[in-house]
Nanobody, 124 residues
Framework: QALLEESGGGVAQAGDSLTLACTAS???????MGWFRQPSGKEREFVAS????????YYGDSVQGRFTISGDNDKKTVSLQMNVLKSEDTAIYYC??????????????????WGRGTQVTVSS
């Protein structure tokens, strides 16, 4: 069951920008929301996360400086602005959320809720 819904995926050219959005439904207690991506045949990779209470954001090394996560805590929505897209950004992008963070914020296992994903394809 998907409690998070992603949108905004599509096809882009290298160097272009794309914005993803995620909305959480029925999860008023979540404090962390983030994005992971999974290229075909590869493991899920941390992209970015936002901590509402601390008003803090975190980024994976591969997207630092290019991607920006933002959101609305009241609405429980997050956006991912992706700039200077590269072919290696091609993946299914998943929105994730959790109420408590007990482990590594970069680990998929630390997030309790997931969306079904949205495909982002970047052509070089």
């Amino acid at each position: 069951q998907a409690l998070l819904e992603e949108s905004g995926g599509g096809v882009a050219q290298a160097g272009d920008s794309l914005t993803l959005a995620c909305t959480a439904s029925g999860l008023p207690s979540i404090k962390w929301m983030g994005w992971f991506r999974q290229p075909s045949g590869k493991e899920r990779e941390f992209v970015a996360s936002i901590w509402w209470d601390g008003d803090s954001t975190y980024y994976g090394d591969s997207v630092q400086g290019r991607f920006t996560i933002s959101g609305d805590n009241d609405k429980k929505t997050v956006s991912l602005q992706m700039n200077v897209l590269k072919s290696e950004d091609t993946a299914i992008y998943y929105c994730a959320a959790t109420a408590m963070m007990y482990g590594n914020i970069r680990a998929p296992s630390s997030y309790a809720y997931w969306g079904r994903g949205t495909q982002v394809t970047v052509s070089s």
